[in-house]
């Protein structure tokens, strides 16, 4: 069975940083691409970050470009992702999510139960 | 930037309507575009992919069409356990999310 369990949330002033991972079970981590996606209260879903399986390619939002880095660890079957100059506006639920090759292309098919990140002084 | 536009915001329905929601694409996607279920405090749930391919185990009374700009997400009829938010996304140029169209009750 897939699991993703995300961690390393919780309340941070603005302006600081914090590093969120996802432990990955049940497949073969390495040869899946992930994601990173977020969900401020009350609101929609937003894509931010994409990492390949050997980490050769990564996409960024342009939110959070030059702040959020995204980055694996294969044997370790965890992902990361590194949030820098952290604002009010970035507090949310951040989840993983594999991208699973589905008649040709890849998409994201499972996620987590995400982490709460809460930007606050 | 791709952007991708859904409607409505929110739709009130009751048990055994048909509901349809939209979604459109700022440019052409071809095909590349999913939907998904999402209950409060859950994460989202892989409905449909390929615009009109639905995933395993998900009931039939579900389906989506459309192509390039223009797709819908249709159900048949709604039964309670539908009531949710959904939300399109497109997977042709990196990742982008709709705004999400809340279905409740009547």
């Known amino acids: 069975e897939v699991q993703l369990v995300e961690s390393g949330g919780g309340l941070v002033q603005p302006g600081g940083s914090l590093r969120l991972s996802c432990a990955a079970s049940g497949f073969t981590f390495s040869s899946y691409s992930m994601n990173w996606v977020r969900q401020a209260p009350g609101k929609g879903l937003e894509w931010l970050s994409y990492?390949?399986?050997?980490?050769?390619?990564?996409y960024d939002a342009d939110s959070v470009k030059g702040r959020f880095t995204i980055s694996r660890d294969n044997a370790k079957n965890a992902l990361y992702l590194q949030m820098n100059s952290l604002r009010v506006e970035d507090t949310a639920v951040y989840y993983c999510a594999r991208e699973a090759n589905i008649e040709g292309a890849t998409l994201p098919d499972n996620w987590g139960r995400g982490t709460l990140v809460t930007v606050s002084s | 930037d791709m952007q991708m536009t859904q409607s409505p915001s929110t739709l009130s329905a009751s048990i055994g309507d048909r509901v349809t929601i939209t979604c459109r694409a700022s440019?052409?996607?071809?095909?590349?575009l999913a939907w998904y279920q999402q209950k409060p405090g859950k994460a989202p749930k892989l409905l449909i992919y390929?615009?009109?391919t639905l995933e395993s185990g998900v009931p039939s009374r579900f389906s989506g069409s459309g192509s390039g700009t223009e797709f819908t997400l249709t159900i048949s009829s709604l039964q309670p356990d539908d009531f949710a938010t959904y939300y399109c996304q497109q997977y042709k140029s990196h990742r982008t999310f709709g705004q999400g169209t809340k279905v409740e009750i009547k």
């Open positions: 390929k615009a009109s």
């Open positions: 440019q052409s996607i071809s095909i590349w």
């Open positions: 990492i390949s399986g050997s980490s050769t390619t990564i």
